[in-house]
């Protein structure tokens, strides 16, 4: 029996796959493909995030933000320092805000 799954998966699957005694047919992507799969994987993680909120599951969403910002260039120091600038500028999300209406004058 063969399962298609066409989906990004963490570096150690297939060997995990392997060494369970299936078979599997990977490809090495370049890093335009990379990019559309880690896409596609962040969907698949934060819908599996939303239906439990785990603590596992989002260690899933962060891992997948964690390969975005490589293959894009960024460090978690520059993410660190824009986040923290971002909050300091604009604040975070402690204070459970829900903007309902601005109302515009003039």
């Given amino acids: 029996m063969v399962k298609t799954y066409n989906k ?3 570096d150690k699957i297939p060997e995990i ?10 490809n090495m992507l370049n890093d335009s493909e990379y990019l559309q799969k880690l896409d596609e994987k962040i969907n698949e993680e934060l819908t599996e995030f939303r ?8 260690c899933d ?5 964690h390969a975005i910002a490589k293959v894009k260039g960024y460090s978690l120091e520059d ?9 300091e500028e604009r604040g975070a999300f402690d204070k459970k805000i829900l903007l309902k209406e601005v109302i515009e004058q003039g």
Avoid at 51 to 58: A, D, F, Q, V
Avoid at 61 to 65: D, F, G, T
Wanted: glycine share 6%; net charge positive; hydrophobic share 35%.
């Fill in 17 to 26: 796959i392997e060494k369970s005694g299936n078979k599997c047919v990977i």
């Fill in 8 to 10: 990004l998966v963490r």
């Fill in 51 to 58: 239906e439990g909120y785990s603590l596992e599951e989002l």
């Fill in 79 to 87: 993410i660190k320092k824009t986040r923290l600038k971002k909050n």
């Fill in 61 to 65: 969403l962060l891992e997948v933000l």
